[in-house]
T-cell receptor, first 110, second 114 residues
Framework: GQNIDQPTEMTATEGAIVQINCTYQ??????LFWYQQHAGEAPTFLSY????GLEEKGRFSSFLSRSKGYSYLLLKELQMKDSASYLC???????????FGTGTQLKVEL | DGGITQSPKYLFRKEGQNVTLSCEQN?????MYWYRQDPGQGLRLIYY???????QKGDIAEGYSVSREKKESFPLTVTSAQKNPTAFYLC?????????????FGPGTRLTVL
């Protein structure tokens, strides 16, 4: 089966940097997605990693190590609007089926 | 404006009644998906379809049914056989259903069964 682990909650200060980790144990791993979800709303796409390394996109960066089954999402210059749940999801096998972690609830404080 | 619409946003039903949730997309995407989200759990895949007139069960298909008669539409029926139907239901679509495709989500329907 698939197993994806993320911390349940994190708290950080406005303007700071926060790293949200995701570890996975899956068979037939293809790639890893990060989504942001505000309470009661749809998840929105943040990043996709298929190769090892860091992908940078503005204030958000995502890292993948396939050999370690590990990814992180890095958020810089935190803003209050970044308070949300961050979902890690992997694709396995030949299709586009996503398996999600339980999500990390990030709270940004003044 | 291209996007995915789900209606209604909130839905209440009595126990024992079937209910159908709508999902429409005008993105010209081939693949569509239904997920269920419960507090403290990740999104779980109910059904998915990669082409019109074809669909496959996801991880938790029991008590649900779908149809894909048109490319734009992928309605989900929650039947009375579903033991715990109260949840937040999310529909998504992706261009071709390829491994590298991003899935885009609709706004969701919160179903409460009384």
């Amino acid at each position: 089966g698939q197993n994806i682990d993320q911390p349940t909650e994190m708290t950080a200060t406005e303007g700071a940097i926060v790293q949200i980790n995701c570890t996975y144990q899956t068979s037939g791993f293809n790639g890893l997605f990060w989504y942001q979800q505000h309470a009661g709303e749809a998840p929105t796409f943040l990043s996709y990693n298929v190769l090892d390394g860091l992908e940078e996109k503005g204030r958000f960066s995502s890292f993948l190590s396939r050999s370690k089954g590990y990814s992180y999402l890095l958020l810089k210059e935190l803003q209050m609007k970044d308070s949300a749940s961050y979902l890690c999801a992997v694709t396995t096998g030949g299709g586009n089926k996503l398996t999600f972690g339980t999500g990390t609830q990030l709270k940004v404080e003044l | 404006d291209g996007g995915i619409t789900q209606s209604p946003k909130y839905l209440f039903r009595k126990e024992g009644q079937n209910v159908t949730l709508s999902c429409e997309q005008n993105l010209n995407h081939d693949a569509m998906y239904w997920y269920r989200q419960d507090p403290g759990q990740g999104l779980r895949l109910i059904y998915y379809s990669q082409i019109v007139n074809d669909f496959q069960k996801g991880d938790i298909a029991e008590g649900y049914s779908v149809s894909r008669e048109k490319k734009e539409s992928f309605p989900l029926t929650v039947t009375s056989a579903q033991k715990n139907p109260t949840a937040f239901y999310l529909c998504a679509s992706s261009p071709k259903g390829a491994v590298t495709d991003t899935q885009y989500f609709g706004p969701g329907t919160r179903l409460t069964v009384l």
